[in-house]
Structures are given as C-alpha cells and as structure tokens.
C-alpha cells in the first residue's frame, strides 16, 4: 500500500475515533444544496469554468459540474462558492 | 446580512473583467485573499462582479501580466456617496453649522404653555415667569420646574397651585385657580343683626354662616318672618348676640298685570307718499328722493316698485324705485291681536322693572282677560328662585323658642 493512501486511511480512522467532520480532514467537497436555487460547494479547489448555464469546479473526486440556468456565483473564496439561479442538475465528470 | 450591510457602508465597485482566461484570473484573485462576490457572465469573454474596494486596488496589481481587462461599471456606498461631497465644502459646512444650531436650539425653552387659566390671565402668569428669569429663549437645564410652582403660588394669592414640566423645548405651566371665597352680605355693622325674609316663598336651601337658622328647607314663611336668628342664647342670666351671616334661597311667586285699550298709539299712515330710489353699491345704500338729494321719512313704510340686482359679477350692484307712505303716533282703535301684544309687552316691561338681577326664573305663564270697557288686561305668572334674606338689626333679644 502506498503510504498516500496509508495516510488517507489513517485519516479517516482518526476523524472516525474523533468525531470529527470527514470533510474538514479528508478535504472532500462538500455540497449543501437548498431546495432548486442555491447550492453551497466547501473544500473545492479552483473554478474550472463559469457560465451562465454551468459551472464547474476542480475538487478532490474530479470536475464537478453544475448545470443550470441564470447561475451566479454569490459567494467565490478560496475554500467556498455558493452558486444561485435556476439549478438544474450536479454531477461528476467521469 | 452583516457582511452585505458592511459592504454597502465601506462601498463596494461593480467591475466588468474582459479578455481570456477569465477563470483562471478569478481564482488567482481568490487565492490571493481578494473577496468578491456576484460574480455573473455576461457575454462569451465578459464577466460582471462586485469587489470590495480595497480588493479592486490589489486587483489592479493582479491585472498586470494577465491577458485580461478590468473596469468600473458602477460605485457603490455610503463612502462612495460621502466622497462625491468633498467638493462640496460650502454643503457640508451648511450641514455642519445646521446640525450645531440644532443642537444648541435644543438646549433652550422657544415655548411656554400655560393651562388652567380663568380669572388668572396667561400674560400675568407669563410677567410673573420673567420676573424669574424663566422666559422664551431660556437655557433648559437653568430652569428649575421643581421650584417654578412654588413661587408662582407665591406670587399670586389666586393660584391655589402651579406646577410646570418641561416637554422638549417646551414649558408647560399648570395652574390651579383658588375657589373665591364667598361674600358674605354685611353693611359694615357692629350690632347683632338677624336675616329676615323680605318676601313671601318657600325656602329651597339655606347656608348658615353665623347665627341660628329658625326655618328648614320646605318651609313657607312670609315677609318679615326671622330665618337666621343673631339671638345664641338668652337666658335669665346674660344674652349671647351675634351677627347673623347667611344666604336663604326660597321659590317666590309673582304676579304682574297690565292693562291697554280699547285704543291704543300705534304710527298711521298719514296719506303723504314719495317716490324714491335707492342704489346699493358694495354693500352701501343711497337713498334719493326722486333725484334730488332730500332725507327721506325717518317713519315711512317703503314698498318697492321696481327693483333690479347684478349680484353675479365681480361688481355688486342694486338699484330699487320704492314709494314710501308717512307713519305718525297716533291713538287708534285696535284689533284684538295688537291689543294682546301691547298689554304683554306692558306686562313683560312692569316684571323686568319688578325682579332682582339674582332671581332665576323656573317657570313663566302668560294670560290676558277682556275688561268691561273694552280694554285687556294681559297677566303674567313668574316663578323665581332667589335670595330673601335682609339683614335688620334685632329689635329685642328674646329667648329661645326651641
């Protein structure tokens, strides 16, 4: 086993035994999605494209994408976005 | 919210970003602890969002090696608006001496309000006022409202009590007037006097004073008849007098009768007629005697003959042909409504002259009768209440007849 992933294991055995959030030590995105019009993205790791009609995010499991329609990025920080419009659909490119 | 309601205070721009790579030039921005937000595309190499404006001069830094284009759509803020006013330096002096007059205007009384004021009048209250340096213009904080009712009291035995507060830049004085001490009846005597009734009626309140009542309430008595005794006592060994003070209210009964006829002086025609015209103008009336300038009968019946009005302009005018027929005083026969309208006139005169200006009237009946000789006798029934008593000195001390 590569010591990479001895670490994300030993990681997660530690925040399991903790109680810790699993987000805030694996550094997985994490997607709170209010109803059809907001959805705030924690622990993404840059913006890959912003448009009107989709928005995508570089995150530690790949490119998230968001599709939508009159999507705005409300709120843009290192760590956080918090997109609102029409929301139509979140997934991960394979 | 806080964070939208800090941005709006501190002032935030609305940037347009043109150019390629916009992405990578916003998470360049973001890495490097520049907050932005609203960030929206708005065409295919265009994008709109707000940034702080701190945040816009360190973009700025960031633009330089970039293949991007930033600039200012809008400025927003209250720093923004504040700013637009520092050329503005006569304004904000303005505001700046506006806001301290208005401060100091604060401080100091522009109104007085005096409430409670019947016999006492406002100006006195107001003279008084100023003779303690409390007036329009004072400083708020020199007047002292806990010690301003006291000496108002003080300086006016009328005012039973006064009280003042201050309302904003309002004083407001309150008074309460002292109940008149009654007047009791005396003729500045030194003997022992009693109340005795100067008319017939039934008493219907009576208020001792001094002395001893000897009628009650409901009583019937008759002129002449003693209701406040100055006698306290009388026995065999000495005799205690005073001097009666009292008021007595009794129903009196009054009957007053006058009688006119068979002929009566009423003004008559004469048989002289004149034509007249008579022109008013605003209001004013000239009256002309055909149109020479004559006075016309001070006692004349007028009756127009012909009249004509231009009331609905600006300017008011009336003009009237009248013939006007010469009245004189003379005794004359009368029809038997003049006669009943004379003799009640008669009558309603004799009772005018008869009654006190104390007595209230209860009731009223009128009537008229006819005579033998043809003349009419018109009747008028009063019922009054008034004040009886009429002080006497004491004819002689006599013992109790309780």
Redesign the interface.
């Known amino acids: 086993m590569s010591n990479k992933k001895r670490k994300i294991r030993l990681g997660r055995r530690v925040a399991e035994a903790l109680d810790l959030p699993a987000e805030a030590v694996s550094g997985m995105p994490k997607l709170t999605l209010q109803g059809r019009e907001a959805m705030l993205v924690e622990n993404h790791k840059?913006?890959?494209?912003?448009?009107?009609n989709v928005v995508r995010l570089h995150t530690a499991c790949g490119i998230l994408r968001i599709t939508g329609e009159g999507?705005?990025?409300?709120?843009?920080?290192?760590e956080r976005l918090y997109v609102a419009g029409k929301l139509c659909g979140a997934e991960y490119e394979p | 919210m806080l964070t939208g309601i800090w941005n709006s205070v501190a002032g935030y721009v609305i940037i347009e970003i043109k150019g390629k790579g916009?992405?990578r030039f916003?998470?360049l921005a973001?890495?490097s602890?520049i907050?932005?937000?609203?960030?929206?595309?708005t065409g295919v190499a265009t994008?709109t969002a707000r940034v702080s404006v701190e945040g816009f001069y360190a973009l700025r830094t960031l633009v330089r090696g970039q293949n991007v284009h930033v600039c200012i759509l809008e400025k927003r803020g209250l720093i923004m608006r504040l700013s637009r006013l520092r050329f503005r330096k006569v304004l904000l002096y303005g505001w700046a001496i506006v806001l301290a007059l208005l401060v100091a205007a604060s401080r100091r009384i522009w109104f007085i309000e005096v409430e409670g004021c019947d016999t006492v009048r406002e100006a006195e209250v107001l003279a008084a006022l100023d003779t303690m340096e409390v007036r329009i213009g004072s400083r708020r904080n020199a007047v002292p409202t806990s010690q301003l009712g006291g000496e108002l009291m003080a300086s006016d035995p009328r005012i039973a009590w006064a009280g003042a507060r201050l309302d904003g830049v309002t004083l407001r004085v309150s008074l309460q007037e002292a109940e008149a001490i009654p007047q009791l009846p005396s003729g500045g005597q030194k003997t022992p006097v009693s109340i005795y009734a100067a008319k017939d009626g039934v008493i219907t309140s009576i208020t001792v004073y001094d002395g001893k009542a000897k009628v009650h309430v409901g009583d019937a008595v008759l002129a002449g008849q003693e209701l406040i005794t100055g006698v306290l006592r009388s026995d065999e060994t000495h005799t205690l007098l005073t001097q009666a003070r009292g008021e007595v209210m009794a129903t009196v009964l009054y009957r007053f009768q006058a009688t006119v006829g068979p002929t009566i002086t009423k003004p008559v025609e004469t048989g002289e007629t004149r034509i007249c015209a008579r022109i008013g103008l605003f209001g004013w009336e000239f009256l002309s005697s055909g149109f020479a300038a004559e006075d016309a009968w001070e006692n004349a019946r007028e009756e127009p003959t012909f009249q004509y009005a231009l009331t609905n302009c600006f300017l008011p005018f009336t003009a009237e042909r009248i013939r006007l027929y010469e009245l004189a005083e003379r005794e004359t026969s009368a029809t038997q409504d003049e006669l009943a309208q004379a003799a009640l006139r008669k009558a309603e005169r004799v009772m005018s002259e008869t009654l006190s200006e104390n007595a209230r009237i209860l009731s009223k009946e009128s009537g008229t009768v006819w005579l033998e000789d043809g003349a009419l006798q018109a009747s008028i029934l009063v019922t009054t209440e008034e004040n009886i008593g009429e002080i006497k000195e004491i004819k002689e001390p006599h013992g109790e007849q309780d």
């Open positions: 840059g913006l890959f494209e912003c448009g009107e999507l705005t990025l409300l709120e843009l920080s290192a | 916009l992405e916003l998470n973001v890495h602890g907050e932005i937000w609203r960030v929206r595309r994008i």
